[in-house]
């Protein structure tokens, strides 16, 4: 059975925080992809921050030094058949 892959997201109230989060961590060296905001997580149209679930202290850190304003860090694993699950913040 194939492991789990594991990565975090983060969501941001408008389009513009996620775009400036996007290029803040990126200019960190850290490897980053703005995507949709998976539907369980939100109804609401919008996009997010994925990023590599192990890196997760690192992008709070660089986020929080630079004030851009966060409405929540979520864990996601994919699993066999690409079956989604939201496991925590």
Do not use: N
């Not at 990565?7 to 060296?29: D, M, W």
């Not at 590599?52 to 864990?75: N, T």
């Amino acid at each position: 059975m194939d492991k789990p892959t594991t990565y975090g997201v983060v969501l941001f109230p408008s389009t513009s925080a996620a775009i400036r989060a996007e290029k803040l961590t990126q200019k960190a060296g850290l490897k980053v992809k703005l995507i949709p905001v998976p539907r369980q997580l939100s109804s609401d149209c919008g996009i997010c921050l994925r990023f590599e679930w192990d890196q997760a202290d690192v992008v709070r850190s660089v986020l929080e030094a630079k004030g851009v304003e966060i409405w929540g860090i979520h864990r996601i694993e994919i699993g066999p058949g690409s079956q989604r699950s939201v496991l925590g913040q």
